[in-house]
């Protein structure tokens, strides 16, 4: 529990990460954390699919010390971040992080059967945390294909004469025909398209001078129709 919250808040939070949503990422998976380990919590998780009955009726009675960290019931990301980290404590936080040990010695770490059941619950929540983080970062798919597929359907031709695909109508505005960004794009598309092409007609010659029937070499005549234009 600990491994993944370190890794997933440091990747989302805000100081670090600048994109769009990152922000409420970085809250959600400090909520997912909170809730591993409070014992009760992961219970009624388990039970209904929410920590929040438990966590409101009992984080304002309930106290305690446990290894230094105290919490509130609405403790805010930032404070469990610092506390993770930084091992600061805030001295009005009640709330305890029940059975969970952050020191050296012993009794560190998850104990007995409160490590199998947090860990089950982990497994159950990741999907729902990548879910998350896939919906607040930025997407990293490509502008353009070379080929119709499933979102590629809005097809554009180079003024080289070579066709692609975008999924956005609105691929016009984002590159306006002349400008420098449209330019560049259309000459990495120009690029991609040569490099596939030559690749190809290189594997048709092979299989003519290794004695394939192969009437035509329909990529070696691409590529002697993109060198005429480029000439």
């Not at 370190?6 to 989302?12: C, N």
């Not at 009992?58 to 960290?69: I, K, L, Q, S």
Request: glycine share 10%.
């Amino acid at each position: 529990v600990r491994k993944a919250y370190r890794k997933l808040s440091l990747k989302v939070h805000p100081d670090k990460n600048k994109a769009p949503g990152s922000e409420e990422a970085f809250k959600k998976v400090s909520k997912a954390f909170q809730c591993l380990s409070v014992e009760e919590n992961r219970k009624q998780y388990d039970l209904v699919g929410s920590d929040e009955p438990v966590y409101e009726r009992r984080a304002a009675r309930r106290g305690g010390y446990n290894n230094g960290f105290y919490y509130e019931g609405d403790v805010d990301a930032e404070e469990i971040f610092r506390n993770f980290f930084f091992g600061g404590m805030n001295p009005r936080a009640t709330t305890q992080f029940t059975g969970f040990s952050f020191g050296t010695g012993a009794g560190g770490g998850m104990q007995g059967g409160n490590g199998s059941s947090g860990m089950r619950t982990l497994i159950q929540l990741i999907p729902v945390i990548l879910i998350i983080l896939l919906n607040f970062l930025p997407s990293n798919e490509p502008v353009y294909s070379l080929s119709r597929s499933y979102g590629y359907d809005h097809v554009l031709t180079t003024q080289k004469g070579i066709n692609f695909y975008v999924k956005s109508r609105n691929f016009e505005n984002d590159y306006p025909l002349n400008s420098q960004e449209r330019v560049q794009l259309e000459e990495k598309i120009e690029d991609d398209y040569l490099s596939i092409i030559t690749h190809n007609c290189r594997l048709e010659m092979q299989r003519l001078q290794w004695g394939y029937y192969q009437p035509t070499t329909p990529n070696c005549d691409r590529l002697k129709q993109f060198e005429a234009l480029a000439s």
